[in-house]
């Protein structure tokens, strides 16, 4: 992992929850530049001390104070660069994943070489560096770390790469970010419960924009924009996911429901974000040369 000059928030302030009474751990202005360091089931050496991975947590880093935020203000952030540690770890559990048959507890450690995950001898996956856990602290209650909703959390969106943007919605004064979980490489879906979990450092930037008919999570990334819904099951995720993009086409276009809900069928795909949380996620991702104007703009003084 390279060095930075950035404010930095350490793994040292990683917390289990999204939690709304933390005391800001670091203070940015608006698109100030900042780093912050992410644990994961490689930290401590615990992983090759237990067979029994269930008490290995993967904590976000946090809260961070962004000056100016007010509740209700929906946020850019811009994902400058990830730096990822040199080796990565992968777990299975009884009873998780999205497999008929149950997973037994096991255990994979995953080097990192030269831009690929070296799975095993002979099967090397390129990687693509990303963020599983990105949010604000909701105003009325301090969810886990595990999980996801409107204010971010445990998205797990494989789009949440360097380059990319994530909108979220601000529900405290200074919006009180949290990050973590860093990924080498998932697939759509995370099907056996991990991606390759890596300890390493993120740097971002946040600026707010003007009231956009949008709650978020939105995420922008290789031209690409992706909508996230969640939900008790993957049906009620697409609906979220699927309803909030039509909002977003119907204030761009201006047309019916009828005619936004036939164009995305013609031009969205709709696919899994991640299937393994309590919430699952769904994405709905669509050309952003669609959008004729931009209701993510940056919000003016």
Known sequence: MSASTHAHAGYLHARAEFDPTAEPVLRVAPGERFRVEARSLLTD?????????????????????IDGVQPGDLVRIDVHEIHLADRGAMVTMPG???????????????????????????????????????????HDHSPSSSTVGRYGGNMDCRDIIAGSSVFLTAQLSGGRLYAGDLHA?????????????????IELSCQIVRPAPVRGPVVFAEDRM?????????????????????TIIQADRGWTRERTAMFLSAAADVAV???????????????AHYLRTSPFERKED
Not at 45 to 65: A, H, N, R, S
Not at 185 to 194: I, K, Y
């Open 45 to 65: 050496g615990l992983f090759e001390q237990t067979d029994d991975y269930t008490t290995l947590g993967i904590p976000v880093t946090g809260p961070i104070e």
């Open 273 to 287: 974000s991640q299937l393994v949380n309590a919430r699952k996620s769904v994405k709905v991702s669509l050309p």
């Open 185 to 201: 490489v998932q697939g759509d879906g995370e099907c056996s419960l991990t991606g390759v979990e890596m300890e390493g450092a």
């Open 226 to 246: 992706i909508v996230l819904g969640d939900g008790e099951d993957l049906d009620e995720a697409a609906t979220v996911a699927l309803d909030e993009t039509m």
């Open 96 to 138: 998780r994943g999205g497999f008929g048959e149950p997973l037994r507890m096991d255990g994979h450690i995953v080097p990192i070489r030269d831009g690929f995950a070296e799975f095993e001898e002979g099967v090397r996956i390129p990687i693509r560096p990303m963020i599983g856990k990105l949010g604000f602290a909701p």
